[in-house]
């Protein structure tokens, strides 16, 4: 029998070139379009508006129906939207195509996420961090392609897709999990919310900085090249702290790995702001908030296994929490640089790092230490 950790993993190399290829992509596609860059910018809200939707809806299809066939359609949709990027030089089209591409990714996210915990339970660890490395190596690839030729990468993107959607179909699916009364009362006392503000303020201290160093590292009068390889050093770091954190693990307990990780992340954004911009700070900090940041999504996902059966709909709260962070905080990352300027970067990534250590503590509370 074919099992399924593979397909999995697969799947989020795709997801992982699907949702960062924008990006990389946004010159040519704003000359195609003949819009602005403040025009052009509207295609990253479209994508976290479809992502957001498509994270509420993923959750009750992947309960209720048969989890494979759903990831089959849902991995065909994301082939088909790949394929039309670069077909259309319509700004309002080009939304459309956006706005599906994210909410199919999502569906795949949280199908993933859940699929692979029911399959695995209590040893998910390893494959949670390989399968969320997996999309780090997707978004790796995404600059790097595009930077070749865009139809090239949606086109190698699509028959990615495409195939592991056939795959998907050659695969028993892991069951749902039965929900019992005492895990159902867990849900409605808020217990899965309290959990999905942790990832809320992880994915916006991630997604900020990743999305801001770049901008930092100019403001810092680095070249532009000096820019693109501090935004390379945090991925790099941030893919070498997934797979690490998938080696330890299995030896090491997902709370004692989230402390230490909330608590770097916390100390190296305190120590950029105490350094302001000195070019040791600079470089040390994006790769060890690379590290620090990396283990921090799968690793909850293997703190909360332990504690609460995750279904469809409950991981759909964490993926859609996930996304809000990641399309609010960026935002406001940007506003605060309007008004303070290269400053606002480790000051934002303090707060929001203070805040995910907090969310933890929380959680960590609530779920009973």
Request: hydrophobic share 60%.
């Amino acid at each position: 029998m074919l099992r399924p950790v593979p397909l999995y993993l697969s799947s989020f190399v795709v997801i992982g070139l699907s949702l960062t290829l924008l990006g990389p992509a946004l010159s040519e596609l704003r000359e195609r379009s003949g819009s602005g860059i403040g025009e052009i910018g509207v295609l990253f809200a479209a994508q976290s508006l479809g992502y957001i939707v498509g994270a509420l809806a993923g959750g009750r299809l992947f309960d209720r129906f048969d989890g494979h066939r759903v990831y089959a359609a849902f991995m065909a949709l994301i082939a088909a939207s790949l394929l039309l990027v670069p077909v259309f030089s319509s700004l309002i089209a080009l939304f459309i195509v956006f706005v599906v591409l994210g909410a199919t990714t999502s569906v795949i996210d949280v199908g993933a996420n859940a699929l692979i915990i029911w399959h695995l339970g209590s040893e998910v660890g390893r494959s949670m961090n390989l399968l969320h490395l997996c999309f780090g190596l997707g978004a790796l690839s995404a600059p790097l392609v595009v930077g070749i030729n865009l139809e090239l990468a949606t086109t190698a993107g699509a028959i990615a897709a495409g195939a592991t959607a056939v795959w998907a179909l050659a695969v028993p699916a892991p069951r749902a999990p039965t929900v019992d009364r005492e895990e159902q009362t867990a849900v409605t006392n808020g217990l899965l919310f309290v959990a999905a503000t942790f990832f809320f303020m992880y994915v916006g201290l991630e997604v900020g900085f990743a999305g801001w160093i770049h901008t930092y590292g100019e403001e810092l009068d680095f070249s532009a090249r000096g820019a693109t390889w501090l935004t390379a050093t945090f991925w790099i770091a941030f893919t070498a702290g997934r797979l690490i954190s998938a080696a330890v693990v299995n030896f090491v307990r997902p709370k004692v790995v989230l402390i230490v990780s909330c608590l770097a992340a916390l100390l190296v954004a305190a120590a950029m702001v105490v350094a302001d911009g000195a070019l040791a700070a600079v470089w040390l900090g994006a790769a060890v908030m690379g590290l620090a940041t990396a283990p921090q999504f799968p690793v909850m996902f293997a703190y909360l296994e332990r504690r609460v059966r995750l279904t469809g709909s409950a991981t759909a709260w964490f993926i859609g929490a996930a996304g809000l962070g990641g399309l609010m905080f960026p935002y406001l990352i940007g506003i605060v640089f309007d008004s303070i300027g290269a400053r606002a970067l480790p000051l934002a990534s303090l707060v929001l790092a203070l805040a995910t250590l907090g969310a933890f503590a929380n959680v960590n509370r609530r779920f009973g230490g």
